[in-house]
């Protein structure tokens, strides 16, 4: 039980346009998902908090405009990349949290990168 | 300020050989703590986790560790490594009402023949 889904797990895309990575949690419901960034050998960033039907809530230095984030059910959150530049080239990795429930459950990730 | 630090950057070690991996933390409050792994370009499994009780804690893949609150220190050890244990492992620490994780800079394991 608990796992959670990426999907792309390696996308390449064009500099300037849009990237949508989902993230699913195939058998529970999260109330709340993160997104997490991950360099080249070093360790993960939080970098946004998403709680179901309401607006994420974006770690500091965090650009909330260029990476849009809606958890519209509870099953699944999205991280749009809007014109993705190649420093947005990263890891993306996902989390959920089973409600009322203190471990996170990780995606496999998403390898982002821009041309 | 809450923070994960893991003082070994890279450690080698033999095949058979112990392993202690050190996980040292900041938290100002009752800490629920976590060791990760992670093989190259996949997710983080988790190996183990505490959140209370026992100090000594089990997880999968023969792996143990052990809070120490007066040390703020959360190790991993392992009695005998195998080949398949090179990867990179991360210490975690987390809990209050956001559930947020801080993660350690990472550990990366080799293990030679």
């Known amino acids: 039980g608990a796992v959670v889904s990426q999907h792309p797990s390696r996308v390449i895309c064009k500099s300037g346009t849009s990237v949508k990575i989902e993230c699913r949690s195939l058998d529970f419901q999260a109330t709340t998902m993160f997104w997490y960034r991950q360099f080249p050998k070093k360790s993960l960033m939080l970098m946004a908090t998403?709680?179901?039907?309401?607006?994420?809530?974006?770690e500091q230095g965090v650009e909330k405009d260029k990476f849009l984030i809606n958890h519209a059910s509870l099953t699944l959150s999205t991280l749009t990349v809007t014109s993705a530049h190649p420093e947005d080239s990263s890891f993306y990795i996902c989390?959920?949290?089973?409600?009322?429930?203190?471990?996170?459950?990780f995606g496999p990730g998403t390898r982002l990168t821009v041309l | 300020a809450q923070s994960v630090t893991q003082p070994d950057i890279h450690i080698t070690v033999s095949e058979g050989a112990s392993l202690e991996l050190r996980c040292n933390y900041s938290y100002g409050a009752t800490p629920y703590l976590f060791w990760y792994v992670q093989s190259p370009g996949q997710g983080l499994q988790l190996l183990l986790k505490?959140?209370?009780?026992?100090?000594l804690v089990q997880g999968i893949k023969g792996f143990e560790a052990e809070f120490k609150r007066s040390q703020s220190s959360f190790n991993l050890r392992k009695p005998s490594v195998h080949w398949s244990d090179a990867a990179e492992y991360f210490c975690a620490v987390g809990g209050g009402a956001t559930n947020k994780l801080i993660f350690g800079t990472g550990t990366l394991l080799a293990v030679q023949p």
């Open positions: 989390s959920a949290l089973p409600g009322a429930y203190n471990e996170q459950f």
């Open positions: 505490y959140f209370s009780g026992d100090t």
């Open positions: 998403s709680n179901e039907g309401s607006k994420a809530t974006y």
